[in-house]
């Protein structure tokens, strides 16, 4: 059975984008894999994170996981600061891949804004430890959206260099999963932005977290445009704020934007939009009220992590231990 593998950062309180863009997918692919679903802690601190807010946004974030259905005793919940072995990989990826490789990161130079010096090493190195969190697990399978393509192009270069170096094919190569309906939500606020948990705006997203009344407000305030909507998804063309509200109804309801248009085409937004915050309540408060029931429990969450962490260390354990002893490392003697 191949094994799947994603990441999510705890940074912020889960969008809509990474809701249709992920973790919908995560929860898909449990029927016919093994699969380990990492919150990512050592990603999170490559940008300045405030340390007690850094803890409740980790528990958060699996709570509202776990709340969209991933199933943490069948399969593997964690988080990436528990397992060792991603930073030991980590650092040996660091060593594999080309400072060249990193420079073409476009995640990189979006993050790390104008003045690049003062970006910290981490977030430079930050697809290393990406390609490290899959192949610690000999992982083939990744969902991920579609901005997180690059790293994984950059990991099977990494896994193939490593292969090379050593003479031996250990790391398999990964294969990205991308939702195509829902590989990259826009922001409420720009439809050329993606939606993101690190916006400053908070009207720009959907959090998972959020109640009727609030994504009601913000899906009514979204930015349009002063056509109607277009009868067919050519006429979405040059429209980016159109094509985000459809793009989004639809992944929703599991229809096609020429579906959804073959409806709402030719009417005005205020419709539109009101069939859409209904659609989103509808989907999106049952996972907001499970997170809280979740959370209520103070130490639940946390020992959840924990026990998923000693299940996945023993599968990366032994791998990386190998990948140590294919660099040359001495091996713990056997007593
Ligand atoms: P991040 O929020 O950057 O930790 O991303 C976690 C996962 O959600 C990754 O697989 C991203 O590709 C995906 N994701 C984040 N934002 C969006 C978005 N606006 N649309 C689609 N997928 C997204
Ligand atoms: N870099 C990913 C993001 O920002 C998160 C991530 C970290 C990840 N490690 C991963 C995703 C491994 C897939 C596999 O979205």
């Known amino acids: 059975m191949q094994r799947v593998f994603s990441g999510i950062q705890p940074s912020g309180i889960p969008t809509l984008g990474n809701y249709l863009g992920a973790i919908r997918n995560w929860v898909a692919l449990q029927a016919e894999h093994d699969c380990l679903y990492c919150v990512v802690d050592l990603h999170a601190i490559t940008t300045w994170q405030e340390p007690e807010t850094l803890r409740q946004q980790t528990r958060e974030l699996a709570a509202a996981i776990i709340a969209c259905g991933v199933d943490p005793e069948r399969h593997i919940l964690f988080h990436q600061s528990a397992v060792p072995a991603h930073a030991r990989l980590a650092w040996i990826f660091n060593c594999v891949a ?15 804004g104008k003045d690049r010096e003062a970006a910290s090493a981490g977030l430079y190195v930050y697809p290393n430890l990406m390609a ?11 969902p991920v959206g579609d901005d997180q393509k690059q790293h994984l192009e950059l990991a099977n270069d990494i896994a193939q260099k490593f292969n090379h170096d050593y003479a031996t094919p250990f790391f398999p190569l990964i294969e990205p999963l ?15 932005k993606k ?21 009601a407000g913000k899906i009514r305030k979204a930015r349009t445009d002063a056509e109607p909507l277009p009868s067919d998804p050519e006429g979405l063309e040059g429209r980016a704020e159109a094509r985000n509200l459809v ?18 085409g030719g009417q005005g937004f205020a ?10 309540v509808a989907k999106l408060t049952p996972i907001g009220a499970e997170t809280k029931r979740l959370l209520a429990d ?13 299940r996945a260390g023993a599968i990366a354990n032994p791998i ?7 660099v040359g490392f001495l091996q713990r003697p056997s007593v």
Request: charged share 25%; hydrophobic share 45%; aromatic share 8%.
């Open 132 to 142: 490290a969190d899959i192949l610690a697990y000999h992982a083939t399978r990744v």
């Open 178 to 192: 991308i939702m195509p309906e829902a590989a990259r939500v826009m922001s409420l606020r720009d439809g050329t």
């Open 298 to 310: 103070p130490g639940y969450i946390d020992r959840l992590l924990f026990d998923g962490a000693a």
């Open 195 to 215: 939606m993101s948990k690190s916006d400053p705006s908070d009207q720009s997203r959907i959090n998972l977290g959020d109640d009727a009344d609030a994504i």
């Open 320 to 326: 990386v231990a190998e990948a140590e002893r294919l």
């Open 98 to 112: 080309r400072i060249g490789w990193l420079n073409r990161m476009t995640q990189f130079k979006d993050k790390a």
């Open 271 to 280: 419709g539109f939009k009101d069939a859409l915050a209904a659609l989103t």
């Open 247 to 264: 793009g989004i109804y639809g992944a929703l309801a599991g229809m096609t934007p020429a579906a959804v248009l073959a409806e709402y």
